[in-house]
Nanobody
Framework: QVQLVESGGGLVQAGGSLRLSCTAS????????????VGWYRQTPHELVASIET????NYADSVKGRFTVSRDNAKRTAYLEMNSLKPDDTGNYYC??????????????WGPGTHVTVSS
């Protein structure tokens, strides 16, 4: 089983920055993090903010392009979401998601509990 934990949320003024982290723990039988696509979702409204694939390809919602950067460190089993030029509309709960297929070709889908970001105007 795999557990995800997000951190780095908090209160910031508009124009400020935050860096979210998502760390995977557990004892799977294979390097699950390395074979996963990591997605960052925002709830308010529910949307995929950014994602990074195993090869490092990234995708961003139009609303965050140029302001947010997603990255990963497979050795640390951690993904990051660097958020700059934050706006009040960026306020919400941010969730980390791991998806992929295990060596037995079974799909997996894990979610973290979320971390809250509040951007004040």
């Amino acid at each position: 089983q795999v557990q995800l934990v997000e951190s780095g949320g908090g209160l910031v003024q508009a124009g400020g920055s935050l860096r979210l982290s998502c760390t995977a723990s557990g004892n799977p039988q294979y390097p699950i993090f390395s074979v996963s696509t990591v997605g960052w979702y925002r709830q308010t409204p529910h949307e995929l903010v950014a994602s990074i694939e195993t090869a490092g390809n990234t995708n961003y919602a139009d609303s965050v392009k140029g302001r947010f950067t997603v990255s990963r460190d497979n050795a640390k089993r951690t993904a990051y979401l660097e958020m700059n030029s934050l706006k009040p509309d960026d306020t919400g709960n941010y969730y980390c998601n791991l998806t992929g297929r295990n060596p037995w070709n079974r799909a997996f889908n894990y979610w973290g509990p979320g971390t809250h970001v509040t951007v004040s105007s």
